[in-house]
């Protein structure tokens, strides 16, 4: 059983009066431990197919089942705990908290599933000292560079331990060293097991994935396995 399941995924909105198809009968398999990109041109879908997987949004038609559970109609509260639960984001704003700490930013998700003070923070503080940010556990966001605070997000998404991690662009505010680095880290974690969807509309990003899904006019254009560009210090295997 895949990871994650698309069977004729639909989405429509109502703009101006008129029917908007924005997804147009989608349909795929995502395995657990796979690192998969999501490419396409503005309006390609992508967006809404982000918001699809990660159970922001629901379809106007099709079936969607992620780890088995069926998600395409369940109610907004029954969503938010399949979100709490098996999903972590990254998001290319980051979206931190400016006057928290990253161990507090981090912490934030255990502490909204009411998780112990003193286990949030030693996850938290496990989940820093994994993306290379245990000598940064005190430091607001204004502290830290623009790479090192996309590492505590990731670190945020990371410490609920999710079955899946959806990055939505997330090097789309970075220079290119800085991208790089953040890709490693993406890379190191795919290698330890962790399962990715990255969106982005960059091909030299893309090229870091063992699978590349590209959109066009709402439906897949075309879905290829590729060897993954290492990087120089070689994270992938």
């Given at each position: 059983?895949?990871?994650?399941?698309l069977?004729?995924?639909?989405?429509?909105?109502?703009?101006?009066?008129?029917?908007?198809?924005?997804?147009?009968?989608?349909?795929?398999?995502i395995e657990?431990?796979e690192f998969?990109?999501?490419m396409?041109?503005?309006?390609?879908?992508?967006?809404?197919?982000m918001?699809?997987?990660?159970c922001?949004?629901?379809?106007?038609?099709g079936?969607?089942?992620?780890?088995?559970?069926?998600?395409?109609?369940?109610?907004?509260?029954?969503l938010?705990?399949?979100?709490?639960?098996?999903i972590?984001?990254?998001?290319?704003?980051?979206?931190?908290?400016?006057?928290?700490?990253?161990?507090?930013?981090v912490?934030?998700?255990?502490?909204?599933?009411?998780?112990?003070?003193?286990e949030r923070?030693?996850?938290a503080?496990q989940?820093?000292?994994?993306?290379?940010?245990?000598?940064k556990?005190?430091?607001?966001p204004?502290?830290?560079?623009?790479?090192?605070?996309?590492?505590?997000?990731?670190a945020?998404?990371?410490?609920?331990r999710?079955?899946?991690?959806?990055?939505d662009?997330?090097?789309?505010?970075?220079?290119?060293?800085?991208?790089?680095?953040v890709?490693?880290?993406?890379?190191q974690?795919?290698?330890a097991g962790?399962?990715?969807?990255?969106?982005?509309?960059?091909?030299?990003?893309a090229?870091?994935?063992?699978?590349?899904?590209?959109?066009?006019?709402g439906?897949v254009?075309?879905?290829?396995?590729q060897?993954?560009?290492?990087?120089?210090?070689?994270?992938?295997?």
């Open positions: 059983m895949a990871l994650i399941e069977d004729g995924i639909v989405r429509s909105y109502r703009l101006g009066g008129e029917d908007f198809l924005a997804l147009r009968g989608v349909s795929l398999r657990e431990g998969v990109a999501i396409g041109q503005s309006g390609s879908g992508k967006s809404t197919l918001n699809i997987l990660g922001l949004d629901t379809p106007s038609a079936d969607y089942r992620l780890a088995g559970e069926q998600v395409s109609a369940l109610t907004r509260a029954r938010a705990q399949i979100r709490s639960r098996l972590g984001f990254v998001f290319q704003n980051f979206n931190l908290l400016p006057r928290v700490s990253a161990l507090d930013n912490a934030l998700p255990l502490a909204y599933a009411r998780v112990p003070r003193k923070l030693q996850r503080r989940a820093l000292e994994r993306v290379g940010l245990g000598d556990l005190r430091n607001t204004g502290q830290l560079s623009g790479g090192q605070q996309q590492r505590v997000a990731i945020r998404a990371l410490v609920t999710p079955q899946v991690l959806f990055a662009e997330p090097t789309g505010n970075l220079d290119s060293a800085t991208s790089v680095a890709i490693e880290l993406l890379q974690l795919w290698q962790q399962t990715i969807v990255m969106v982005t509309h960059e091909p030299d990003i090229a870091h994935a063992a699978r590349v899904i590209t959109l066009r006019d439906q254009l075309s879905d290829v396995r060897t993954p560009l290492v990087l120089a210090s070689g994270a992938p295997a």
